[in-house]
């Protein structure tokens, strides 16, 4: 059977391509003027080629032309122009890209060297976007050799070719604007500062200058004066709207803080100097050139819902995705910069394809990346780091511990607790160096403040025996360390947790004799306690205190607290409460004698009492502050 070749009902197409592809119609620009840099591109390539070096790009411009009363705008370019037949198949045929065929033929007459060139164009249908707001669109060029042609069209009735006169190489672009409608307003594309944003917006980063008169007004010279009010005159500035030098394909070499500091505030309207920033480029896997910031200060807007974290994303200097999210873990989502890459997958309306592969690996290049900057950082410049920690730590902390701790080896190493014995900020990597012969656990303790903690009755006896802890004071620091479990097979290990493992055998020992000859008092005070308490025993390790809370099982008082604060203050989860008390205290001497004489009712008023001085303690809500009160003033009087 023979083979038959599709029918396309172009009409259709073209109406497919004009109205469904592009989600805004302001692309256009974005589109045409990415044409116009790459039909420069082929021009100056040419010209490259053929030995003329002495063409530099700033001589190539882009010129945006507006002419309000005829509903015009131009956009024109001084590249390689078309010759009659190519209009025809360039523009004639959907969906053919002579730039694809461009760069493709580069590439095997020049091998991987050809590279270098941006070329933008690949589908074949960017040019049609013009007719989003144009109702007649007319190409007026002219090749290198002098052929000149005109293509004209207004979108649904097909188009003509015919001969033309332009007197430079180049090409025009003539968009007629569509009239304003109901609901839509095309005038807007035929004003200077919508123009230029959308310009700043999508083809800031192309290569050649993208220029376009600007009106402006000023009073009139000798107006404005005590005797004579101020009269207003335009005048006109030749702008070159666009930056062209994507500064983080510059060599690292030329470029200074101050280069990389003004890029960040300008891009990203900050009005401090970023803390770092991190400039690389990677060809591998994935081709990428990225610059990312970290900013001094985090967003007012950082840690609540409102904050969108994400990349920058461009494909040959031109924007795909203002924040592209995929990039950044929501670990390091207060990183800010961009990233720059050609490998990546676009759909026809230049989006990024949603499973891209190389985002994966770019995303995870990065990531790696950033925590070694963010360590070198440490250890270089800890001044710096403690800033960034005091911003971003708290995140860094809840990346740790979401997703049950399934980024905790990549953030470890960055996290910073307030050390008993060095009176600073300490990593988890120096605590362990310094841990003394014999420890197994890293000890820490939970708090309010340090101050706090270090009043802590268990707190005494660490201080004395010379160990140093981790003071913890930040809501999700338990849950997070929890969710460590340890660090360099060090546990970690809350001081108030009730089988503190401090003492020596021969103590332990001890204190095991001493709790079975106390075994009644000690039964006395459980029994007036009650389900407070799962348990009430002796302990060594209270020095002036006589009392204090520990607790058995997951959760400790500290986690209790912060998950009743986060219910409104009702507590759902009840840490298992362990009551020690100090058998060298004289209160349990008192406690002794008491249970001698027989007298009850006294003990369970010291056993309440003892019951809330040690939640006291411990910074924790007593259950009924009257009761209390005057529980003590009944031993007062
Ligand atoms: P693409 O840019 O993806 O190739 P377009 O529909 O935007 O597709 O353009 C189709 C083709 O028309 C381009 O590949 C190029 O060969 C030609 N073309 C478009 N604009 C110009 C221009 N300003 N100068 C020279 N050639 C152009
Ligand atoms: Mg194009």
């Known amino acids: ?14 109406d497919l391509m004009i109205n469904s592809i592009y989600t805004h119609k302001e692309i256009f620009l974005r ?29 190539l411009p882009i010129t945006l032309t507006i002419d309000r009363e005829n509903r015009r705008l131009t956009i024109s370019d001084c590249g390689c122009g078309m010759t009659a037949e190519e209009l025809e198949s360039n523009l004639g045929t959907i969906a053919r890209s002579g730039s694809l065929a461009f760069k493709q033929e580069m590439k ?29 669109v007319k190409v007026v060029t002219r090749t290198a050799d002098g052929a000149c042609a005109c293509w004209e069209s207004s979108g649904d009735d097909g188009y003509t070719i015919s001969d033309a006169d332009r007197a430079e190489r180049g090409t025009d672009i003539i968009l007629t604007i569509k009239d304003n409608t109901d609901t839509e307003q095309y005038d807007e594309y035929l004003e200077q500062f919508r ?54 394909k510059k060599s690292k070499k030329e470029l200074t803080d101050d280069d990389y500091n003004h890029f960040y505030k300008s891009k990203f309207f900050d009005y401090e100097d970023a803390l770092l920033h991190i400039h690389t480029s990677t060809e591998g896997a994935a081709t990428y050139h990225a610059l990312l910031f970290v900013p001094a200060r985090a967003p007012f807007d950082y840690y609540t819902k409102d904050y969108e974290k994400g990349l920058q994303l461009y494909s040959n200097g031109v924007l795909i995705m203002d924040k592209c999210a995929d990039l950044l873990p929501d670990h390091f989502s207060f990183v800010r910069g961009l990233v720059d890459s050609a490998d990546l997958s676009l759909n026809i309306s230049r989006e990024l394809l949603q499973h891209d592969r190389h985002l994966k690996v770019i995303a995870s290049s990065l990531e790696k990346k950033i925590k070694s900057e963010l360590l070198h950082l440490q250890k270089n410049e800890r ?3 403690e800033t960034f920690f005091r911003a971003f730590g708290r995140q860094l902390k ?10 905790k080896d990549m953030l470890m190493d960055l996290l910073l607790y307030y050390s008993s014995t060095e009176g600073k900020l300490v990593t988890l990597e120096e605590y362990v160096s310094r841990m003394q012969e014999g420890q197994t656990d890293i000890y820490y303790a939970c708090g309010e403040n340090v101050a706090k903690i270090e009043a802590l009755p268990r707190f005494e006896q660490l201080r004395d025996k010379g ?43 001890q204190l095991r004799k001493l709790g079975e000859e106390n075994e009644s008092v000690l039964k006395a005070v459980k029994d007036a306690l009650g389900d407070k308490v799962k348990k009430v025993q002796l302990t060594g390790q209270l020095k002036s205190h006589a009392c204090c809370m520990t607790t058995e099982g997951g959760l400790s008082l500290e986690m209790e607290k912060v998950l009743r604060a986060q219910n409104g203050g009702d507590a759902q989860m009840r840490a298992e409460r362990v009551l020690e008390l ?47 009160a005057n529980a003590v003033c009944s031993l007062l009087v």
């Not at 460590?484 to 108030?496: E, R, V, W």
């Not at 003990?603 to 001085?613: G, K, M, P, R």
Request: hydrophobic share 35%; proline share 3%; charged share 30%.
């Open 1 to 14: 059977m023979a083979k038959k070749q599709f029918k396309t009902e172009s009409k259709r197409l073209l």
């Open 31 to 59: 589109e045409l003027i990415s044409n116009a840099s790459d039909a420069t591109d082929k021009f100056y390539f040419n010209a490259m080629r053929s030995g003329d070096s002495g063409l530099t790009r700033e001589q």
């Open 108 to 136: 095997s007459q020049e091998g991987e060297s050809a590279e270098d060139i941006d070329i933008i164009g690949q589908f074949g249908v960017g040019f049609y976007a013009a007719f989003m707001v144009a109702k007649d």
């Open 195 to 248: 123009l230029q944003s959308i310009v700043k917006k999508y083809s800031d980063y192309i290569r050649y200058p993208i220029r376009m008169e600007m009106t402006h007004s000023r009073v009139k010279e000798g107006t404005g004066t005590d005797d004579k009010p101020a009269e207003y005159e335009d005048y006109t500035t030749l702008d070159t709207l666009n930056s062209m030098i994507p500064i983080w």
């Open 383 to 385: 001044e710096k780091y």
């Open 398 to 407: 809840y990346g740790a511990y979401v997703n049950y701790g399934a980024h």
């Open 467 to 509: 160990y140093e802890v981790l003071c913890l004071t930040d809501d999700i620091d338990e849950f997070c360390v929890k969710m460590m479990a340890s660090y360099q097979g060090k546990t970690f290990k809350s001081i108030t947790e009730s089988d503190l493992d401090l003492e020596t055998e021969e103590e332990k020992e």
């Open 582 to 628: 100090n058998p060298e205290h004289a209160i349990f001497a008192k406690l002794k004698s008491l249970q001698e004489s027989g007298d009850t009712a006294t003990i369970a008023t010291y056993a309440t009492i003892l019951y809330d001085q040690a939640l006291l303690i411990e910074g924790m809500p007593i259950d009924d502050p009257g009761a209390y």
